[in-house]
């Protein structure tokens, strides 16, 4: 087999050519030729050196554009791994153990075949490994189509998870029983349609982004959305865990398993809200307050608005707790939020600080006399008997109420509004003991 000899010497490039144009009409490459299954040679430095005229045919290479190139750059990254294992393993054995590989066509699709190596390191005329190769594309297409595993249908398809796939456009090839389930979808209503067409609105740009990068991505890409049901309403969310199978010549798209998260996402909620409001009066928190003071002031700054901001404390709450209780104190709080948040308008804010001290915070035109509008009705809210079983309890408040100026922020402007409540205390108690 002195082609194949010879074609294990010299530049890569030359033995690419010499290959090409040698008119070999041995037995021994004819033999080659007419192997049942293509076959290449690979010499000592996993290059290959020679490949049956079956080859060109297979991959739609032209021989001189593969012979002399490193093997791995036409298998598939993702199974570089496995390729170099088992060509370490052959060095071992005479003949290697079937693998499943992709390799890259002249197109530039990949082709499934099942790889098998025979050692002839040893082999003078060779020095290298011969290997057969076995299109299963085909095979695996069919298996796929035909569902020939059934208990690896009936997984898929009796998950409890959405698992559906789609192709690099974004079309719906495929989905698993746990869709129909979950979205009443019927499936001659699915596949085939953009997958985007069965998410909610406000999700379906952020969906398009992910599946973007994970065109551009082998690692596993996460997003969040929520689907609709086929009556209309949006479901509560889930997570989309989308794998880049577009180089599989057997997907040639994204598989993607959605996983219900509303438990996540209310237990998500719940510690949202418990960042940013009170615990024992629902109002909002300081660190809520703090932040739609900054957004009130830049909305307003040099505007036809204002932002005005009330500062409660109450009087004679002290005496509520000390003479029925702590528990009596907190149902007297919980009542007054609800009155306060009857008082406020939309886009206005309610909050508690904390013990007896409230804050209002409104935006109003200029020319309206904000200031004494809320004052009074939290007065009143404040003055207004509350009923605890056979008891009637009596509170009143000071109040400090300002108005933003250009420059203030959210704690300067909370800063001057305490300063106001007591000062308003001050005359209160001078008042009574006069």
């Given at each position: 087999?002195?082609?194949?000899?010879?074609?294990?010497?010299?530049?890569?490039?030359?033995?690419a050519?010499a290959?090409?144009?040698?008119?070999?009409?041995?037995?021994?490459r004819?033999?080659?030729?007419?192997?049942p299954?293509?076959?290449?040679?690979?010499?000592?430095d996993?290059?290959?050196?020679?490949?049956?005229?079956?080859?060109?045919?297979?991959?739609?290479?032209?021989?001189?554009?593969?012979v002399?190139?490193?093997?791995?750059?036409?298998?598939?990254?993702?199974?570089?791994?496995?390729?170099?294992?088992?060509?370490?393993?052959?060095?071992?054995?005479?003949?290697?153990?079937?693998?499943?590989?992709?390799?890259?066509?002249?197109?530039?699709?990949?082709r499934y075949?099942?790889?098998?190596?025979?050692?002839?390191?040893?082999d003078?005329?060779v020095?290298?490994?011969?290997v057969?190769?076995?299109?299963?594309?085909q095979?695996?297409?069919?298996?796929?189509?035909?569902?020939?595993?059934?208990?690896f249908r009936?997984i898929?398809?009796?998950?409890a998870?959405?698992?559906f796939?789609?192709?690099?456009?974004?079309v719906?090839?495929?989905v698993?029983g746990?869709?129909?389930?979950?979205?009443?979808?019927?499936?001659?209503?699915?596949?085939?349609?953009?997958?985007?067409?069965?998410?909610?609105p406000?999700?379906?740009?952020?969906?398009?982004?992910?599946?973007d990068?994970?065109?551009?991505?082998?690692?596993?890409?996460?997003?969040?959305?929520r689907?609709?049901?086929?009556?209309?309403t949006?479901?509560?969310?889930?997570?989309?865990a989308?794998?880049?199978?577009?180089?599989d010549?057997?997907?040639?798209?994204?598989?993607?398993?959605?996983?219900?998260?509303?438990?996540l996402?209310?237990?998500?909620?719940s510690?949202?809200?418990l960042?940013?409001?009170?615990?024992?009066?629902?109002?909002?928190?300081?660190?809520?307050?703090?932040?739609?003071?900054?957004?009130?002031?830049?909305d307003?700054?040099?505007?036809?608005?204002?932002?005005?901001?009330?500062?409660i404390?109450l009087?004679g709450?002290?005496q509520?707790?000390?003479a029925?209780?702590?528990?009596?104190?907190?149902e007297?709080?919980?009542r007054?939020?609800?009155?306060?948040?009857?008082?406020?308008q939309?886009?206005?804010?309610?909050?508690?600080?904390?013990?007896?001290?409230?804050?209002?915070?409104?935006?109003?035109?200029?020319?309206?006399d904000?200031?004494a509008?809320?004052?009074a009705?939290?007065?009143?809210?404040?003055r207004?008997?509350?009923?605890l079983?056979?008891t009637t309890?009596?509170?009143?408040?000071?109040?400090?109420?300002?108005v933003?100026?250009?420059?203030?922020?959210?704690?300067?402007?909370?800063?001057?509004?305490d300063?106001?409540?007591?000062?308003?205390?001050?005359?209160?108690?001078?008042?009574?003991?006069?």
């Amino acid at each position: 087999m002195t082609a194949v000899a010879d074609a294990l010497y010299g530049d890569g490039v030359e033995r690419a050519a010499a290959v090409e144009n040698r008119h070999d009409t041995s037995a021994a490459r004819r033999l080659f030729d007419l192997l049942p299954d293509p076959a290449v040679l690979l010499g000592p430095d996993n290059r290959l050196v020679d490949a049956s005229s079956s080859v060109e045919e297979l991959l739609g290479w032209r021989r001189a554009d593969y012979v002399g190139q490193d093997v791995l750059n036409l298998i598939h990254p993702d199974d570089h791994r496995l390729a170099f294992i088992a060509v370490t393993k052959m060095r071992h054995t005479d003949v290697g153990a079937p693998i499943d590989i992709r390799v890259a066509t002249a197109d530039g699709s990949w082709r499934y075949l099942e790889v098998v190596a025979r050692n002839l390191y040893d082999d003078p005329e060779v020095r290298g490994l011969l290997v057969c190769l076995r299109d299963t594309t085909q095979r695996r297409w069919y298996e796929l189509e035909q569902d020939s595993d059934e208990r690896f249908r009936l997984i898929v398809q009796h998950a409890a998870g959405l698992l559906f796939r789609l192709d690099v456009d974004g079309v719906v090839s495929s989905v698993s029983g746990g869709w129909i389930r979950a979205l009443g979808h019927d499936l001659e209503q699915v596949v085939g349609l953009p997958v985007i067409r069965f998410v909610a609105p406000a999700d379906r740009q952020r969906l398009v982004a992910e599946l973007d990068r994970a065109r551009r991505s082998r690692q596993v890409s996460h997003v969040e959305a929520r689907f609709v049901h086929a009556d209309g309403t949006v479901l509560t969310p889930y997570d989309l865990a989308i794998v880049n199978l577009v180089d599989d010549p057997l997907v040639r798209g994204y598989v993607v398993t959605a996983h219900d998260i509303s438990e996540l996402d209310d237990a998500r909620r719940s510690l949202e809200h418990l960042a940013t409001h009170d615990p024992l009066t629902g109002l909002a928190n300081r660190v809520l307050l703090t932040s739609r003071l900054r957004e009130l002031l830049a909305d307003t700054d040099g505007g036809e608005e204002t932002v005005a901001l009330l500062f409660i404390d109450l009087d004679g709450f002290k005496q509520v707790n000390d003479a029925l209780g702590h528990h009596a104190g907190d149902e007297v709080l919980v009542r007054l939020a609800e009155r306060l948040s009857t008082v406020v308008q939309p886009g206005d804010v309610a909050a508690r600080l904390g013990g007896d001290e409230f804050v209002m915070v409104a935006r109003r035109p200029v020319h309206t006399d904000v200031m004494a509008e809320l004052e009074a009705s939290c007065l009143e809210a404040v003055r207004r008997p509350f009923m605890l079983g056979p008891t009637t309890v009596k509170l009143d408040g000071s109040v400090g109420v300002v108005v933003a100026g250009y420059a203030d922020t959210p704690d300067t402007l909370l800063a001057r509004a305490d300063r106001a409540m007591y000062i308003t205390k001050r005359e209160r108690r001078r008042a009574a003991r006069d």
